[in-house]
């Protein structure tokens, strides 16, 4: 769920992007914000569990968002990753897991 979320609000908020800070077609603009309004609904999907809480669940995703946007920046911006961009991703999955998997 958390790569799905990634993929319509990373996506939409480009689509966004693109059209207000590139030049690309205002057309560009109810796209993105069309896959944003999906966007908020996608974290009702996961799977809950008794120790799943919308905080907890919004943090793990926040470590995956931070992966998955140098990803995007990197397959579809062409934007070279920094020393500084692989470590902080790196910590942030690092938190997902901790996050995600700590007993309760």
């Given at each position: 769920?958390?790569?799905?979320?990634?993929?319509?609000?990373?996506?939409?908020?480009?689509?966004?992007?693109?059209?207000?800070?590139?030049?690309?077609?205002?057309?560009?603009?109810?796209?993105?914000?069309?896959?944003?309004?999906?966007?908020?609904?996608?974290p009702t999907l996961q799977p809950?569990?008794?120790?799943?809480?919308?905080?907890?669940?919004?943090?793990?995703?926040?470590?995956?968002?931070?992966?998955?946007?140098?990803?995007?920046?990197?397959?579809?911006?062409?934007?070279?990753?920094?020393?500084?961009?692989?470590?902080?991703?790196?910590?942030?999955?690092?938190?997902?897991?901790?996050?995600?998997?700590?007993?309760?």
């Amino acid at each position: 769920m958390f790569v799905f979320a990634g993929l319509f609000e990373i996506g939409g908020g480009w689509f966004v992007w693109q059209a207000i800070k590139e030049g690309r077609p205002k057309w560009f603009v109810p796209i993105g914000c069309a896959m944003l309004a999906v966007y908020g609904f996608i974290p009702t999907l996961q799977p809950a569990s008794p120790s799943t809480a919308f905080g907890r669940v919004f943090a793990a995703y926040g470590g995956i968002f931070i992966a998955l946007s140098f990803l995007w920046g990197v397959v579809v911006d062409k934007m070279p990753l920094d020393k500084g961009d692989v470590i902080g991703g790196a910590i942030a999955l690092v938190g997902v897991l901790i996050t995600w998997f700590w007993p309760r």
